[in-house]
């Protein structure tokens, strides 16, 4: 692992360490003053109406803040974030962590002193509005915090120019085009179309109903076509509509380049982050767009060098006005 790498691992994986160190803490600080029988869950009134033994209760909550850590410091080191979004990763590590740090041993002070066999009084909600409270401040510390180690190197090449070209002839006009089919379309439709239809059947098919047509509504991308031509990038499904275009005068210069489906667009599908979006059925090749607002789009396809230079060629004819 690089000096970078290690970095930004610890910086990731600081507030859910802190978090849990001092919880560890303060459940030493209070274990002899807890019943076995721990009052965990609360309805929306506050009242008790679930229990875990101490060492269940610890055994399930302690965890979430290692797994959880282990998540930040993987979307930092392979998610490429770059600018805002490497900043309010690290900001939202820091706020999520103290909103969970803080609720759960919340939860244990409210079983402190209840004898053996009694029930907790209640979990004021208060917690809550603390929680939150919490979260705010400590995500506004790691937001300044993020400066301390640099984010992911830039994987673009700085100059256009560099970029691979198809040669036309003038007046040539030219068009691209590749499939990008996913397995697991067909599978979504399916899981959609058989809750919508037992929803509506079992409960109501005013939910039932929006589910079936959202089933039709991605049915139509099940097998995505991607189109490089003189109005730019297109995605498209079965049916003219709904599409996604993304048009000349809004590009800089395009790219071919593998991508992580899950570590940098947080998993498959249409998918907007806050510096990029794109569709994304899978992890690989994919024609990665600069746009002139500062973002990314992308979409995995293969043969994504070819489409990418294409849209290179065009903008070239574009802003030379051949």
Not at 210 to 227: E, S
Request: glycine share 10%; charged share 15%.
């Amino acid at each position: 692992m690089t000096s970078k790498n290690l970095g930004r691992v610890t910086l990731a994986a600081l507030p859910f360490v802190l978090a849990l160190l001092i919880d560890l803490t303060l459940y030493a600080a209070i274990a002899d003053r807890l019943p076995d029988r721990l009052a965990v869950h609360f309805d929306a009134g506050g009242s008790a109406d679930g229990y875990l033994s101490f060492t269940a209760y610890l055994l399930c909550t302690l965890p979430s803040l290692l797994v959880l850590g282990a998540l930040w410091a993987f979307i930092a080191v392979k998610g490429r974030l770059r600018g805002r979004a490497h900043r309010w990763l690290t900001g939202g590590g820091f706020a999520v962590a103290a909103f969970l740090g803080y609720l759960q041993i919340a939860v244990l002070f409210v079983n402190v002193d209840v004898p053996e066999g009694g029930s907790a009084d209640g979990f004021p909600l208060w917690h809550i509005a603390v929680a939150l409270g919490a979260a705010a401040l400590a995500g506004a510390l790691g937001l300044p915090l993020s400066r301390l180690v640099p984010a992911s190197d830039d994987p673009r090449d700085p100059d256009p120019a560099t970029r691979e070209r198809i040669v036309l002839a003038e007046g040539e006009v030219a068009v691209w085009g590749r499939g990008i089919g996913a397995w697991w379309a067909p599978v979504a439709v399916l899981v959609l179309l058989v809750a919508g239809v037992t929803v509506g059947r079992v409960q109501n098919w005013f939910i039932g109903v929006p589910l079936i047509l959202f089933a039709l509504v991605v049915g139509t991308f099940c097998r995505p076509y991607v189109t490089v031509d003189r109005r730019g990038l297109t995605v498209s499904g079965l049916l003219p509509r709904p599409r996604v275009r993304v048009p000349l005068e809004r590009m800089e210069v395009a790219d071919s380049r593998p991508v992580n489906a899950l570590a940098e667009y947080g998993g498959w599908g249409y998918r907007i982050r806050p510096e990029r979006s794109g569709v994304i059925t899978r992890s690989g090749e994919a024609i990665v767009v600069s746009l002139t607002s500062g973002r990314e789009f992308a979409v995995t396809v293969a043969d994504s060098a070819t489409g990418a230079a294409l849209l290179n060629t065009l903008l070239d004819r574009q802003r030379t006005g051949r």
